[in-house]
């Protein structure tokens, strides 16, 4: 049976995720800051993405995602362990993604991947203090985004 103190950690941690989507899909990268931890670690190479500290990777992100004109993460089958004021996290995202191509058409790619997170409880709360990217699939991408 679950405590009261993890059903609000895990409430908790479910929206630090929405708000990560949100942030994302809203190409609001500021509120990434409410997110992540200063010195979180990041790595995204798994779907073609960049590795380093948060800073960098957001500003990577404003350069990266302005491509798209449109895209969605959604967030699903979140397992979360806790230990005291540190948790782990394994959640699926599947994350469609508008391209535009050189002839002046679009298409839409879908990928697939994992989230594998590590928390720390803050003073602010939650946050994401390491993240790395597991691929599970790519499906329609573009033949320079596929072989990644």
């Known amino acids: 049976m679950l405590s009261l103190q993890e059903i609000s950690d895990r409430l908790e941690i479910q929206q630090l995720m929405v708000d990560y989507a949100s942030a ?5 990268f500021d509120a990434l800051d409410a997110v992540f931890t ?3 670690h ?3 190479t798994a779907m073609g993405g ?12 404003k350069v990266a995602l302005g491509t798209f004109p449109h895209y969605q993460h959604m967030l699903g089958n979140m397992s979360l362990s ?4 540190h948790a782990t996290g394994r959640t699926m995202c599947f994350n469609p993604m508008q391209i535009e191509m050189p002839d002046g058409n679009s ?5 697939g991947l994992w989230y594998l997170d590590k928390f720390e409880r803050t003073p602010q709360g939650w946050r994401i ?20």
């Open 24 to 28: 994302i899909d809203q190409k609001n």
């Open 38 to 40: 200063a010195d979180a």
């Open 129 to 148: 203090s390491e993240r790395a990217e597991e691929k599970c699939y790519m499906h329609n991408a573009p033949g320079m985004l596929s072989a990644v």
């Open 107 to 111: 298409q839409v790619m879908f990928l």
């Open 50 to 61: 960049m590795v380093g500290p948060f800073p960098e990777v957001k500003e990577w992100l």
């Open 42 to 44: 990041i790595d995204y």
């Open 82 to 85: 806790f230990d005291g004021d």
